[in-house]
């Protein structure tokens, strides 16, 4: 039927459907889903120190691993999120994949070093595991309950110390990685009992032991 009058174009004319916007995958790139991507991330302690250890080595972040979110790392994520941008324009790629490919090509180190720091924590067994072994070659004998408990919080203590740091810098188009350790957890265990009264009595008695036996006492 062909429409005569303008009210007869009205009556009969057919809505036109109307697209909307879809919240798109933590990788599709639209505003909304990347406010989205953000919060979710806020709100996980893991996520949080896992993409700062990210966009640290990546160059973007600067300060220090943490399990907080903050104004800070949410401007590494926005330098990220523009550079992902602009790449993906020419060759889409998702964000993971993105941090990951800039840590090997230096893509965000162009503004100074980017440094990240290794911390060993030790659980309870691990601990426990380690000042066994010192006091065993140190006193020659088990360690207590109550050593165990002291001497794990003291390694909890230097976690910081003991933290290797990975300093990243870009020059030239080439990137370098130098690694520098911290103290030894072990040789601090070994310092701390040598130094107790136990411990000095242990080594006096060896270095008698040793004498004598250079003298052939025994």
Known sequence: MVAKTADQARATAKPVPVNTPQTGSPNSGTTSDFTD????????????????KLLKSAGYYKGKITS????????????????R??????TPIGRDEFLKQAIGQGTGSDKGPSVVEDITAYTPEAAKMLIES?????????ATAAEIVKYTSNLKKIQQQAAST???????GKQTRVTTPGISEQQYLVDQISGTDEGKANKIL???ETFMNALGGR
């Open 37 to 52: 991507f953000l919060r979710t991330i806020s709100k996980s302690p893991a996520l949080i120190s896992g993409y700062s």
């Open 166 to 172: 990975t300093t990243y810098k870009t020059v030239g």
């Open 85 to 90: 941008a602009e790449l993906s324009a020419i």
């Open 134 to 142: 010192v006091i065993k070659d140190t006193l020659g004998r088990k």
């Open 206 to 208: 060896g270095f008698y």
């Open 68 to 83: 907080k979110y903050s104004l800070a790392l949410q401007k590494a994520f926005s330098a990220a999120e523009q550079d």
